[in-house]
């Protein structure tokens, strides 16, 4: 490894980052994180704090879970790659599908497509409905509706379906036949409705008057995050995920649930659609399935989904699928990964500890008039939306956010700020005394602004 000098000389010089500014990343360059133990990280300069981020919403197990570091390396030695395109497989690309399936069991999922990550999940999920459809005789099923503030990843397809204008506009035209309903956004919205089991209703009758306008035979599927995260970590009322799958029933249309941030444990539950009650036809996974120790997605089929596949013609080909797909390595490091999520039995901390971030967050809100909105309490995912005017909303701006994160990190913990929003998703291993250094961190944040 080149020395510090070399490192801080070349930061972000030749490395160009993702959702940053190339210009702007080069006059002010990333902080360099060095290293990381339990729910700490280290940065170059020999700061620790406690990494409210959890590396990006996937680090559930904490930095130092060897029992995943040693199965990664052992496969390493034992066979490092191989393709698992038609004709060839790997044994832990076998065990890591018995091992997925089986933690999404309770969910309907019998089925198990690995990917590089999230955004591939979400590709494979909206392709293979399409394919669906066509195998069952409704070719016409092509369109996609989703929510508005709903993260999906950039692949062309996830950001068609995306609701957030930053992922879209530079990358425009985007697919045809994708469609979004208002979010569910109790503190800004299109109806000012600020009762979320209200709200809940609202965006249903939007998903039937959109059905009934495109055409039912028409729309392939819905897709949603249980908790949409990185849109802020909106939680829909508990009625909003059984309605819109009431209403995708009704209408022969599939439901896909973005559980990249949700499954494994996050929202307290195993994954988010559990927590609402709710059976998907297809979840889209990621992050929490190896910790982020190593990059695998997995797109997962219902047995209803799974039957048509199975039982088809040639047509029935998944024409898909990538290099990475199964990788050997990635797929020791899911078995590994879940067998320690399950042991640590995490979505119990995940639903105590939220519970404590969330309440310290709302008396942090009494303090400090800079929060406009507290949102979280299912689990370890809360955000803060940040404005200047509480009566009026105004989203604060971008450098008094940038001051509050700074001396939040000086103070003792990693945020993330999203544009006005401050986001969190620490290591599903945290305890309660760090749970308070995040708050204490915070508050010091604050004072600063
Ligand atoms: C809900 C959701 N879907 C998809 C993605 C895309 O995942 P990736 O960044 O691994 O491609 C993300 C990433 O944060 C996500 O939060």
Redesign the pocket.
Known sequence: MKDENFLKEHNARQLWHPMAHPGEAQAHPPRIITGAEGVNITDIDGHSVVDAVGG??CVNLGYSNDVVKEAIAKQLYDLPYYSAFAGTTNPPAIEAAHAVQEFFADDGMERVFFTS???DS?ETCLRLSRQYHRLRGEPTRTKFISLKKG????HFG?ASVNGNNRFRVNYEPLLPGCFHLPAPYPYRNPFNETDPAQLAQLIAQAFEDEIAFQGANTIAALIM?PIL??GGVLVPDQSFMPMMREICDRHGILLIS?E??TGFGRSGDWSGARHWGVKPDMM?T?KGITSGYFPV?AALMSGKVAEVFEGSTADGTISHGYTYSAHPVGAAAVTACLSETLRLNLHDNAAERGTQLYDGLRRLSEKHGLIGDVRGGHGLMSGLELVSDRAKKTPLDAATVKRIHDATYDAGAMVRASGHNILMSPPLTISKAEIDTILTALDAGFAKA
């Open positions: 990006l919403w990550g999230g955004s979400v993260y999906h990843g950039t996830g995050e995260g990185a973005d990249v941030i889209s990621a997605g």
